[in-house]
C-alpha cells in the first residue's frame, strides 16, 4: 500500500438504533396529528427497547471480528441516542472503549430543524404554510427553516470532520455513530455525488436503524488513495440476530 495514502483503512456509518422518537413521530403521522408529543430536548431523547436490542445485535457482528479489523477509533453524535447505541455496541462487541480513540463530536449531530422541530408534515402544512412552499420552491438540499439548516449546512460541518479524519486517523479503522441524513452527506462528499445523484437515493431508501455504510481505502485509486463504499444500508446483522429492522425517521420531522 503506498505510504502517501491519507484515508482510514475503513470507515464504518451507523445510524443510532430506535429511539423514543421514531415511536413517538409513527404515532402522530399514524393518528393524523401536528404535533409529535415528546416532552424532552431532541438531544436527549434514549433510545426504545427495540433500538437498544438492535445495537447489543450490530455489537456482536463487530465482535466477531478478528481483533485487526475491528474499531480502533469511534466517533459518536452526541445526541443521547447515537451515544447509548455506541456504549451498548462497544460492550455487546467485548470493545474496550478505553483500548480505542473514543469521542462525541458535536459535528456529527442531528441535522436541526430550527421552528419545524416536533412537526410532522401535515403540522408543518398547517402552521408554516410558507416555509413548506419556499422548501417545494427550494428543495430540502436548500431549504433553511429558520433557525435550522439545509442540508448544505450539515455538509459544510462534515467537510471538516473528513478534515480531521485524513489529519488524525489514516490508517486507522474508524466507526461513526451518528443520524440518518449524517449518511447521506457522507455519501455526497466521499462518493462525490451531484445534488440530483444524492437526492435520488434519498428518495428511493430510507437509512434503517443500526444500519452499516461503509468504505475501505482503495491505493489504486489516485495517488493518496481513495474510500470505496463497500456497503450502504446493511442491515444483516440485525435479520441474522432476528432483531426488527425499523426505518422511521427522527423526531424534528421537516423532511430529511
Excluded at 107 to 121: A, C, N, P, S, V
Amino acid at each position: 500500500m503506498s505510504g502517501s495514502q491519507k484515508w482510514p483503512d475503513v470507515m464504518w456509518i451507523v445510524r443510532h438504533g430506535e429511539s423514543a422518537g421514531n415511536v413517538a413521530r409513527d404515532r402522530a403521522e399514524a393518528e393524523g396529528l401536528g404535533l409529535i408529543d415528546i416532552a424532552m430536548r431532541d438531544v436527549d431523547v434514549p433510545l426504545s427497547p427495540l433500538g437498544e436490542r438492535q445495537s447489543a445485535a450490530l455489537g456482536r457482528w463487530f465482535g466477531a471480528m478478528p481483533d485487526e479489523r475491528k474499531p480502533s477509533v469511534v466517533l459518536a453524535s452526541p445526541y443521547l441516542r447515537a451515544r447509548t447505541t455506541t456504549d451498548i455496541m462497544l460492550a455487546s462487541a467485548g470493545i474496550d472503549p478505553g483500548k480505542l480513540i473514543y469521542m462525541t463530536d458535536e459535528r456529527l449531530r442531528e441535522k436541526e430543524f430550527g421552528i419545524l422541530d416536533r412537526l410532522t408534515k401535515a403540522g408543518i402544512r398547517e402552521k408554516y404554510p410558507e416555509q413548506a412552499e419556499i422548501r417545494t420552491a427550494l428543495g430540502k438540499f436548500y431549504h433553511r427553516p429558520p433557525g435550522g439548516e439545509s442540508w448544505c449546512d450539515v455538509i459544510l460541518r462534515l467537510r471538516s470532520v473528513i478534515d480531521t479524519v485524513t489529519r488524525e486517523y489514516r490508517r486507522e479503522r474508524v466507526l461513526i455513530v451518528a443520524h440518518s441524513v449524517i449518511v447521506f452527506c457522507f455519501r455526497y462528499l466521499l462518493e462525490r455525488k451531484t445534488e440530483e445523484e444524492i437526492l435520488n437515493i434519498d428518495r428511493d431508501y430510507d437509512v434503517a436503524n443500526c444500519s452499516v455504510t461503509s468504505y475501505e481505502c482503495d491505493p489504486s485509486r489516485g495517488p493518496s488513495g481513495k474510500l470505496a463504499l463497500k456497503l450502504f444500508n446493511f442491515v444483516a446483522p440485525l435479520e441474522d440476530a432476528g432483531t426488527p429492522v425499523t426505518t422511521s425517521r427522527d423526531v424534528p420531522l421537516a423532511p430529511k
